[in-house]
Protein backbone atom coordinates (compact mmCIF):
# COMPACT_ATOMS: atom_id res chain seq x y z
CA UNK A 1 0.00 0.00 0.00
CA UNK A 2 1.44 3.10 -1.27
CA UNK A 3 1.45 5.62 1.97
CA UNK A 4 -1.24 8.38 2.24
CA UNK A 5 1.59 11.12 3.21
CA UNK A 6 3.09 10.53 -0.07
CA UNK A 7 0.05 11.91 -1.92
CA UNK A 8 -0.99 14.99 0.36
CA UNK A 9 -1.17 16.94 -2.91
CA UNK A 10 -4.09 14.95 -4.30
CA UNK A 11 -6.37 15.72 -1.08
CA UNK A 12 -6.28 19.73 -1.90
CA UNK A 13 -9.35 19.31 -3.90
CA UNK A 14 -8.09 20.82 -6.93
CA UNK A 15 -9.48 18.33 -9.11
CA UNK A 16 -12.55 16.26 -7.48
CA UNK A 17 -12.54 13.01 -7.08
CA UNK A 18 -14.77 10.04 -7.44
CA UNK A 19 -16.50 7.70 -5.43
CA UNK A 20 -17.71 4.30 -6.47
CA UNK A 21 -20.62 1.84 -5.01
CA UNK A 22 -22.37 -0.93 -4.98
CA UNK A 23 -25.51 -2.26 -4.49
CA UNK A 24 -27.07 -5.57 -3.17
CA UNK A 25 -26.70 -6.99 -6.84
CA UNK A 26 -23.39 -5.50 -7.65
CA UNK A 27 -24.37 -2.65 -9.75
CA UNK A 28 -22.24 -0.15 -9.43
CA UNK A 29 -23.13 3.24 -9.11
CA UNK A 30 -20.32 6.39 -9.95
CA UNK A 31 -21.00 9.97 -8.43
CA UNK A 32 -18.44 13.00 -7.99
CA UNK A 33 -17.28 14.20 -4.83
CA UNK A 34 -15.80 17.55 -4.43
CA UNK A 35 -12.78 16.39 -1.73
CA UNK A 36 -11.51 13.79 -0.02
CA UNK A 37 -9.47 14.83 3.32
CA UNK A 38 -6.37 13.20 4.80
CA UNK A 39 -7.13 12.41 8.41
CA UNK A 40 -3.75 10.36 8.96
CA UNK A 41 -1.76 7.68 7.12
CA UNK A 42 -4.49 5.12 7.13
CA UNK A 43 -7.70 7.19 7.10
CA UNK A 44 -9.81 10.16 5.28
CA UNK A 45 -12.71 11.77 5.81
CA UNK A 46 -15.61 12.43 3.01
CA UNK A 47 -17.83 15.15 3.21
CA UNK A 48 -21.54 13.64 3.82
CA UNK A 49 -23.12 15.16 1.06
CA UNK A 50 -23.82 12.04 -1.26
CA UNK A 51 -26.89 11.45 -3.78
CA UNK A 52 -29.17 8.59 -2.00
CA UNK A 53 -27.62 5.62 -4.03
CA UNK A 54 -23.95 6.31 -2.58
CA UNK A 55 -25.32 6.45 1.12
CA UNK A 56 -27.67 3.73 1.07
CA UNK A 57 -24.94 1.42 -1.16
CA UNK A 58 -22.24 2.65 2.11
CA UNK A 59 -25.10 1.85 4.74
CA UNK A 60 -25.80 -1.99 3.68
CA UNK A 61 -22.00 -3.06 3.11
CA UNK A 62 -19.63 -0.22 4.19
CA UNK A 63 -17.39 -0.12 1.13
CA UNK A 64 -16.28 2.25 -1.35
CA UNK A 65 -13.53 3.08 -3.72
CA UNK A 66 -12.49 6.41 -4.34
CA UNK A 67 -10.10 7.81 -7.12
CA UNK A 68 -7.74 10.32 -6.25
CA UNK A 69 -6.11 13.16 -8.62
CA UNK A 70 -2.81 14.93 -8.11
CA UNK A 71 -3.83 18.51 -9.13
CA UNK A 72 -0.14 19.26 -9.58
CA UNK A 73 1.62 16.08 -11.05
CA UNK A 74 -2.08 14.26 -12.57
CA UNK A 75 -1.60 11.15 -10.89
CA UNK A 76 -4.51 9.29 -9.82
CA UNK A 77 -4.41 6.86 -7.05
CA UNK A 78 -7.39 4.35 -5.97
CA UNK A 79 -8.36 4.21 -2.71
CA UNK A 80 -10.46 1.08 -1.35
CA UNK A 81 -11.92 2.08 1.78
CA UNK A 82 -14.01 0.72 4.97
CA UNK A 83 -16.21 2.97 6.44
CA UNK A 84 -15.78 3.51 10.11
CA UNK A 85 -18.46 6.29 11.73
CA UNK A 86 -19.87 9.86 10.56
CA UNK A 87 -18.99 12.66 12.65
CA UNK A 88 -20.85 15.57 13.29
CA UNK A 89 -18.26 17.51 15.51
CA UNK A 90 -15.21 17.51 16.58
CA UNK A 91 -11.87 18.60 14.99
CA UNK A 92 -12.21 16.79 11.63
CA UNK A 93 -15.91 17.89 10.73
CA UNK A 94 -14.99 21.82 11.58
CA UNK A 95 -12.08 21.64 9.42
CA UNK A 96 -13.98 20.24 6.88
CA UNK A 97 -17.23 22.14 7.33
CA UNK A 98 -15.05 25.50 7.12
CA UNK A 99 -13.23 24.37 4.28
CA UNK A 100 -16.50 23.70 2.26
CA UNK A 101 -18.20 26.88 3.66
CA UNK A 102 -16.04 29.27 1.82
CA UNK A 103 -15.43 27.48 -1.78
CA UNK A 104 -19.81 27.09 -1.59
CA UNK A 105 -19.91 30.44 -0.03
CA UNK A 106 -22.22 31.38 -3.00
CA UNK A 107 -24.42 28.38 -3.63
CA UNK A 108 -26.96 29.41 -0.75
CA UNK A 109 -26.15 26.77 1.03
CA UNK A 110 -27.04 23.97 -1.17
CA UNK A 111 -23.81 22.09 -0.07
CA UNK A 112 -24.77 22.80 3.60
CA UNK A 113 -22.16 19.77 5.25
CA UNK A 114 -24.43 17.75 7.54
CA UNK A 115 -21.64 14.81 8.49
CA UNK A 116 -17.96 13.59 7.65
CA UNK A 117 -17.65 10.01 7.16
CA UNK A 118 -14.68 8.65 8.34
CA UNK A 119 -12.80 5.49 6.39
CA UNK A 120 -10.14 3.56 6.64
CA UNK A 121 -7.75 2.81 3.94
CA UNK A 122 -7.65 -0.61 3.37
CA UNK A 123 -5.46 -0.18 0.11
CA UNK A 124 -3.72 2.64 -2.09
CA UNK A 125 -2.66 1.98 -5.24
CA UNK A 126 -1.36 4.08 -8.34
CA UNK A 127 -3.77 3.86 -11.60
CA UNK A 128 -1.36 3.66 -14.97
CA UNK A 129 -2.05 6.74 -17.28
CA UNK A 130 -3.78 5.55 -20.41
CA UNK A 131 -0.81 7.60 -21.96
CA UNK A 132 2.37 8.62 -20.42
CA UNK A 133 1.64 12.00 -18.40
CA UNK A 134 4.07 15.05 -18.77
CA UNK A 135 6.34 14.78 -16.68
CA UNK A 136 6.21 18.59 -14.18
CA UNK A 137 9.20 20.24 -13.30
CA UNK A 138 10.72 18.69 -9.97
CA UNK A 139 9.59 20.20 -7.17
CA UNK A 140 12.04 22.50 -4.97
CA UNK A 141 10.85 22.43 -1.32
CA UNK A 142 13.84 23.86 0.96
CA UNK A 143 13.92 23.64 4.57
CA UNK A 144 11.09 26.09 6.21
CA UNK A 145 12.23 25.39 10.25
CA UNK A 146 15.69 27.28 9.25
CA UNK A 147 13.66 30.09 7.91
CA UNK A 148 10.87 29.79 10.59
CA UNK A 149 14.12 29.72 13.04
CA UNK A 150 15.46 33.13 11.55
CA UNK A 151 12.38 34.85 11.19
CA UNK A 152 11.10 34.37 14.76
CA UNK A 153 14.49 35.08 15.93
CA UNK A 154 13.88 38.78 14.39
CA UNK A 155 10.37 38.82 15.65
CA UNK A 156 12.03 38.20 18.90
CA UNK A 157 14.10 40.92 18.67
CA UNK A 158 11.16 43.59 18.11
CA UNK A 159 10.25 45.96 21.58
CA UNK A 160 6.79 46.76 20.12
CA UNK A 161 3.96 45.69 18.10
CA UNK A 162 4.25 48.27 15.27
CA UNK A 163 8.14 47.21 14.82
CA UNK A 164 7.01 43.05 15.43
CA UNK A 165 4.41 43.72 12.65
CA UNK A 166 6.92 45.14 10.33
CA UNK A 167 9.24 42.72 10.81
CA UNK A 168 7.24 39.72 10.77
CA UNK A 169 5.40 40.69 6.99
CA UNK A 170 9.08 41.86 5.39
CA UNK A 171 10.51 38.81 6.78
CA UNK A 172 7.87 36.58 5.20
CA UNK A 173 8.56 38.30 2.17
CA UNK A 174 12.37 38.26 2.40
CA UNK A 175 12.61 34.34 3.71
CA UNK A 176 9.36 32.52 2.15
CA UNK A 177 8.64 34.62 -0.97
CA UNK A 178 5.39 35.25 0.29
CA UNK A 179 5.19 38.74 -0.87
CA UNK A 180 1.00 39.75 -0.46
CA UNK A 181 0.04 39.30 3.32
CA UNK A 182 -1.90 41.57 6.10
CA UNK A 183 -2.83 41.43 9.63
CA UNK A 184 -6.04 42.65 10.78
CA UNK A 185 -6.44 42.54 14.32
CA UNK A 186 -10.43 42.49 16.75
CA UNK A 187 -12.34 46.02 16.58
CA UNK A 188 -13.24 45.70 19.95
CA UNK A 189 -17.05 47.49 18.89
CA UNK A 190 -18.41 45.74 16.08
CA UNK A 191 -16.94 41.79 16.27
CA UNK A 192 -15.05 42.28 12.78
CA UNK A 193 -11.61 42.73 12.39
CA UNK A 194 -9.51 45.82 11.07
CA UNK A 195 -6.49 45.53 8.89
CA UNK A 196 -3.74 47.64 10.86
CA UNK A 197 -0.64 45.67 8.60
CA UNK A 198 0.38 44.59 4.74
CA UNK A 199 2.65 44.64 2.26
CA UNK A 200 3.11 43.82 -1.54
CA UNK A 201 -0.26 45.69 -2.22
CA UNK A 202 -0.99 48.60 -4.47
CA UNK A 203 -3.05 50.24 -1.76
CA UNK A 204 -2.06 49.54 2.70
CA UNK A 205 -5.80 49.21 3.29
CA UNK A 206 -5.10 50.04 6.70
CA UNK A 207 -8.60 50.47 8.54
CA UNK A 208 -10.31 47.96 5.91
CA UNK A 209 -13.03 46.08 7.45
CA UNK A 210 -13.69 41.93 7.69
CA UNK A 211 -17.08 40.88 9.36
CA UNK A 212 -16.60 38.21 11.69
CA UNK A 213 -17.09 34.52 9.90
CA UNK A 214 -17.00 36.28 5.95
CA UNK A 215 -14.38 34.83 3.57
CA UNK A 216 -11.42 33.26 4.58
CA UNK A 217 -10.38 35.63 7.02
CA UNK A 218 -13.93 35.79 8.78
CA UNK A 219 -14.02 31.99 9.31
CA UNK A 220 -10.42 31.91 10.58
CA UNK A 221 -10.93 34.00 13.29
CA UNK A 222 -14.27 33.21 14.06
CA UNK A 223 -13.32 29.65 13.94
CA UNK A 224 -9.63 29.57 15.25
CA UNK A 225 -8.70 27.45 12.74
CA UNK A 226 -6.38 27.74 9.90
CA UNK A 227 -8.39 28.22 6.27
CA UNK A 228 -5.82 27.33 3.37
CA UNK A 229 -7.22 26.64 -0.26
CA UNK A 230 -4.23 25.72 -2.63
CA UNK A 231 -6.02 26.57 -5.99
CA UNK A 232 -8.85 28.91 -6.58
CA UNK A 233 -9.04 28.17 -10.24
CA UNK A 234 -11.30 26.01 -10.12
CA UNK A 235 -14.54 27.81 -11.13
CA UNK A 236 -15.83 31.49 -11.40
CA UNK A 237 -17.50 31.43 -8.12
CA UNK A 238 -14.76 30.66 -6.10
CA UNK A 239 -13.19 34.28 -7.48
CA UNK A 240 -16.48 35.72 -7.13
CA UNK A 241 -16.09 34.99 -3.56
CA UNK A 242 -12.81 36.15 -3.08
CA UNK A 243 -13.34 39.18 -4.65
CA UNK A 244 -16.51 39.96 -2.61
CA UNK A 245 -14.75 38.76 0.68
CA UNK A 246 -12.34 40.77 -0.10
CA UNK A 247 -14.46 44.06 -0.40
CA UNK A 248 -13.82 44.44 -4.20
CA UNK A 249 -18.07 44.33 -4.62
CA UNK A 250 -19.11 45.74 -2.00
CA UNK A 251 -19.00 49.77 -1.10
CA UNK A 252 -16.83 49.49 1.82
CA UNK A 253 -15.34 52.46 3.08
CA UNK A 254 -12.20 51.23 2.90
CA UNK A 255 -11.30 48.45 0.54
CA UNK A 256 -9.40 45.39 1.57
CA UNK A 257 -6.07 44.70 -0.27
CA UNK A 258 -6.44 41.85 -2.59
CA UNK A 259 -4.94 40.27 -5.25
CA UNK A 260 -6.88 40.73 -8.72
CA UNK A 261 -6.24 36.91 -9.19
CA UNK A 262 -5.34 34.91 -6.47
CA UNK A 263 -4.98 31.29 -6.79
CA UNK A 264 -3.66 30.76 -3.26
CA UNK A 265 -4.45 31.94 -0.01
CA UNK A 266 -4.16 31.18 3.98
CA UNK A 267 -5.63 32.57 6.81
CA UNK A 268 -3.99 32.09 10.20
CA UNK A 269 -6.06 33.04 13.70
CA UNK A 270 -3.31 34.49 15.73
CA UNK A 271 -4.58 33.01 19.40
CA UNK A 272 -2.69 33.88 22.53
CA UNK A 273 -3.97 32.97 26.02
CA UNK A 274 -7.17 31.11 24.34
CA UNK A 275 -7.94 34.42 23.36
CA UNK A 276 -8.02 36.08 19.47
CA UNK A 277 -5.71 38.62 18.52
CA UNK A 278 -5.52 39.29 15.17
CA UNK A 279 -5.43 36.69 12.03
CA UNK A 280 -2.43 36.41 9.91
CA UNK A 281 -3.83 36.23 5.81
CA UNK A 282 -1.41 35.49 3.04
CA UNK A 283 -2.15 35.22 -1.24
CA UNK A 284 -0.84 34.52 -3.75
CA UNK A 285 -1.35 34.28 -7.77
CA UNK A 286 0.34 31.09 -8.63
CA UNK A 287 -0.84 27.68 -7.16
CA UNK A 288 -0.10 25.60 -4.71
CA UNK A 289 2.16 28.25 -2.85
CA UNK A 290 0.91 27.32 0.48
CA UNK A 291 1.02 23.61 0.55
CA UNK A 292 0.72 21.49 4.22
CA UNK A 293 4.49 21.92 5.09
CA UNK A 294 3.66 26.00 4.22
CA UNK A 295 0.84 25.45 6.48
CA UNK A 296 3.11 23.88 9.21
CA UNK A 297 5.59 26.66 9.23
CA UNK A 298 3.10 29.66 9.09
CA UNK A 299 1.60 27.38 11.83
CA UNK A 300 4.92 27.96 13.85
CA UNK A 301 5.22 32.07 13.18
CA UNK A 302 1.78 32.47 13.70
CA UNK A 303 2.16 31.40 17.48
CA UNK A 304 5.29 33.02 17.94
CA UNK A 305 3.58 36.43 16.42
CA UNK A 306 0.39 36.51 18.93
CA UNK A 307 2.24 35.81 21.93
CA UNK A 308 4.47 38.45 20.85
CA UNK A 309 1.64 40.90 20.02
CA UNK A 310 -0.45 40.11 22.76
CA UNK A 311 2.87 40.72 25.15
CA UNK A 312 4.01 43.58 23.73
CA UNK A 313 0.21 45.29 23.68
CA UNK A 314 -0.71 44.40 27.00
CA UNK A 315 2.40 45.53 29.04
CA UNK A 316 3.19 48.80 27.54
CA UNK A 317 3.08 50.87 30.72
CA UNK A 318 6.03 48.88 32.04
CA UNK A 319 8.32 50.56 29.20
CA UNK A 320 6.35 53.84 28.89
CA UNK A 321 8.36 56.65 29.39
CA UNK A 322 8.04 58.42 33.83
CA UNK A 323 8.59 61.86 32.24
CA UNK A 324 4.29 61.97 32.15
CA UNK A 325 4.10 65.33 33.66
CA UNK A 326 5.97 66.83 30.91
CA UNK A 327 3.85 65.66 28.43
CA UNK A 328 0.96 67.85 27.04
CA UNK A 329 2.53 71.04 27.69
CA UNK A 330 -0.20 73.71 26.53
CA UNK A 331 1.30 76.15 24.18
CA UNK A 332 -0.02 80.01 24.44
CA UNK A 333 -1.06 80.39 21.12
CA UNK A 334 -2.68 78.06 18.54
CA UNK A 335 -1.03 78.18 15.39
CA UNK A 336 -2.91 80.06 12.29
CA UNK A 337 -3.22 77.91 8.65
CA UNK A 338 -5.80 76.55 7.05
CA UNK A 339 -9.36 75.49 8.19
CA UNK A 340 -9.21 71.33 8.65
CA UNK A 341 -12.85 70.42 8.73
CA UNK A 342 -13.48 67.29 11.18
CA UNK A 343 -16.76 65.56 11.46
CA UNK A 344 -17.04 63.17 14.07
CA UNK A 345 -20.18 60.80 14.61
CA UNK A 346 -21.23 59.52 17.84
CA UNK A 347 -22.95 56.58 17.45
CA UNK A 348 -20.29 54.65 15.61
CA UNK A 349 -16.86 56.81 16.59
CA UNK A 350 -17.33 57.65 12.61
CA UNK A 351 -14.52 60.63 11.82
CA UNK A 352 -14.33 62.82 8.31
CA UNK A 353 -11.80 65.00 7.72
CA UNK A 354 -12.06 67.22 4.97
CA UNK A 355 -15.24 65.28 3.94
CA UNK A 356 -13.30 62.33 3.59
CA UNK A 357 -13.51 59.14 5.50
CA UNK A 358 -10.92 58.88 7.65
CA UNK A 359 -11.58 55.77 10.71
CA UNK A 360 -14.04 54.44 12.63
CA UNK A 361 -14.10 53.26 16.14
CA UNK A 362 -12.11 53.75 18.86
CA UNK A 363 -9.53 54.83 16.68
CA UNK A 364 -11.63 57.78 15.92
CA UNK A 365 -12.49 58.87 19.49
CA UNK A 366 -9.10 58.88 20.01
CA UNK A 367 -8.40 61.11 17.30
CA UNK A 368 -10.79 63.05 18.88
CA UNK A 369 -9.72 63.38 22.18
CA UNK A 370 -6.27 64.86 20.65
CA UNK A 371 -8.19 67.36 18.18
CA UNK A 372 -10.40 68.64 21.15
CA UNK A 373 -7.59 68.89 23.52
CA UNK A 374 -5.25 70.88 21.34
CA UNK A 375 -8.16 73.09 20.82
CA UNK A 376 -8.49 73.63 23.96
CA UNK A 377 -5.17 73.75 24.86
CA UNK A 378 -3.27 73.84 22.42
CA UNK A 379 -1.62 70.30 23.83
CA UNK A 380 -0.17 68.16 21.48
CA UNK A 381 2.59 65.30 23.78
CA UNK A 382 0.05 62.21 24.81
CA UNK A 383 0.99 59.70 26.64
CA UNK A 384 -0.60 56.05 26.43
CA UNK A 385 -0.73 55.77 29.90
CA UNK A 386 -3.06 58.68 30.33
CA UNK A 387 -5.13 57.74 27.52
CA UNK A 388 -5.82 54.31 29.58
CA UNK A 389 -7.22 56.30 32.19
CA UNK A 390 -9.80 59.13 30.29
CA UNK A 391 -13.41 57.29 30.30
CA UNK A 392 -14.27 59.81 27.76
CA UNK A 393 -12.18 56.53 25.25
CA UNK A 394 -14.97 54.20 26.39
CA UNK A 395 -11.68 52.14 26.49
CA UNK A 396 -12.69 48.27 27.63
CA UNK A 397 -11.42 47.67 31.54
CA UNK A 398 -9.73 44.77 30.18
CA UNK A 399 -6.94 44.27 27.10
CA UNK A 400 -7.95 47.32 25.57
CA UNK A 401 -5.52 46.73 22.26
CA UNK A 402 -4.61 50.76 22.88
CA UNK A 403 -1.30 50.15 21.10
CA UNK A 404 -2.85 48.31 18.06
CA UNK A 405 -5.59 50.86 17.80
CA UNK A 406 -2.79 53.86 17.93
CA UNK A 407 -1.19 51.59 15.05
CA UNK A 408 -3.63 51.56 12.94
CA UNK A 409 -4.75 55.57 13.46
CA UNK A 410 -1.21 56.85 12.89
CA UNK A 411 -0.83 54.23 9.71
CA UNK A 412 -4.46 55.73 8.53
CA UNK A 413 -3.17 59.02 9.13
CA UNK A 414 -0.11 58.96 6.98
CA UNK A 415 -1.94 56.57 4.48
CA UNK A 416 -3.90 59.38 4.00
CA UNK A 417 -1.37 61.89 3.82
CA UNK A 418 -3.40 64.91 4.93
CA UNK A 419 -3.41 67.87 6.98
CA UNK A 420 -3.14 65.71 10.46
CA UNK A 421 -0.59 63.48 11.34
CA UNK A 422 0.51 61.50 14.42
CA UNK A 423 4.07 60.45 15.23
CA UNK A 424 5.53 58.43 18.06
CA UNK A 425 8.15 60.25 19.92
CA UNK A 426 9.20 57.40 21.96
CA UNK A 427 7.37 54.56 23.55
CA UNK A 428 4.47 55.36 25.25
CA UNK A 429 4.54 58.53 23.48
CA UNK A 430 2.30 60.47 20.57
CA UNK A 431 3.06 63.57 19.21
CA UNK A 432 0.21 65.48 16.73
CA UNK A 433 0.56 68.12 14.32
CA UNK A 434 -1.43 69.24 12.24
CA UNK A 435 -1.04 71.79 8.92
CA UNK A 436 -3.86 74.12 10.25
CA UNK A 437 -6.61 74.34 12.63
CA UNK A 438 -9.16 72.16 13.23
CA UNK A 439 -12.90 72.84 13.57
CA UNK A 440 -14.59 70.09 15.41
CA UNK A 441 -18.34 69.42 14.54
CA UNK A 442 -19.72 66.45 16.35
CA UNK A 443 -23.03 64.72 15.34
CA UNK A 444 -24.66 63.37 18.51
CA UNK A 445 -27.39 60.94 16.29
Request: with cysteine; hydrophobic share 40%.
Amino acid sequence: MIPLDRLRDSFEGVIPSIIATTDDDGMPNISYLSHVHYVDETHVALSNQFFSKTAANVARNGLATVMVVDGYSGQQHVLDLVFIRSETEGETFERVAIHLAILESRMSGIMKLRAVDIYRVEDCRAVPAAHPLVEPEPLSLPDLMGKVARLTARMSDCSDPETLLDATLEGLGELFGYHHSMVLVPDGERGGLTTIASRGYDQFGFGAEVPLGRGIIGAAAEQQRNVRITDLSRGLRYIQAVRAMAGVDDATPIPLPALDKPLSQIALPLAARGALVGVLFLESAERFTFRHRDEEALTVVAAHLATALSFLSDGPERAETSRGAEAGSPVEHLPAGRRIAVRFYQRDGSLFVDDEYLIRGVPGRLLLHFLEDYRRSGKQDFLNRELRRDRRLQLPDFKDNLETRLILLRRRLEEKAGPIMLERAERGRLRLSLAGLPEIEVIED
